[in-house]
C-alpha cells in the first residue's frame, strides 16, 4: 500500500507507508510537538485508534495503544490521535 489516508485529530491528510508519520504530518502542513526525532523524549507521543504502524524501537514511555509518531511508519490507513490541538504551518508561496 504506498497511498493511504492518515486521519490526525478528525483532519484526513494523505500519507505512505515509506515515511515517518510525524514527517509527513509536517508535510500536510501540520505541527505535532517533537523534540529529539528519534524515539528518546516522548513528546510526539499520540493514540493509534485505528490501523497498524512499524514501529522502531524506542526509550521514550508509551501506554498502550500509544506510539511515537517520529518512528513510527503507516503499515495502512490510520486514525490517530494528539491530546492537544494541532496547528498548522503557514502554506509557502511558491517563487513568481
Ligand atoms: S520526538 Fe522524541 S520520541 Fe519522537
Given at each position: 500500500m504506498s497511498s493511504l489516508t492518515i486521519k490526525v485529530n478528525g483532519i484526513e491528510v494523505h500519507g505512505n507507508c515509506r515515511e515517518s508519520l510525524l514527517v509527513q504530518l509536517e508535510q500536510a502542513g501540520l505541527q505535532p510537538e517533537y523534540q529529539?526525532?528519534?524515539?528518546?523524549?516522548?513528546?510526539c507521543r499520540c493514540k493509534l485508534k485505528s490501523g497498524a504502524v512499524d514501529q522502531q524501537d524506542s526509550m521514550a514511555f508509551i501506554r498502550p495503544n500509544e506510539i511515537l509518531s517520529c518512528c513510527s511508519t503507516p503499515k495502512s490507513h490510520l486514525e490517530i490521535e494528539f491530546d492537544y490541538q494541532l496547528t498548522f504551518t503557514e502554506i509557502k508561496k511558491t517563487a513568481e
Open positions: 529529539c526525532r528519534n524515539g528518546m523524549c516522548g513528546a
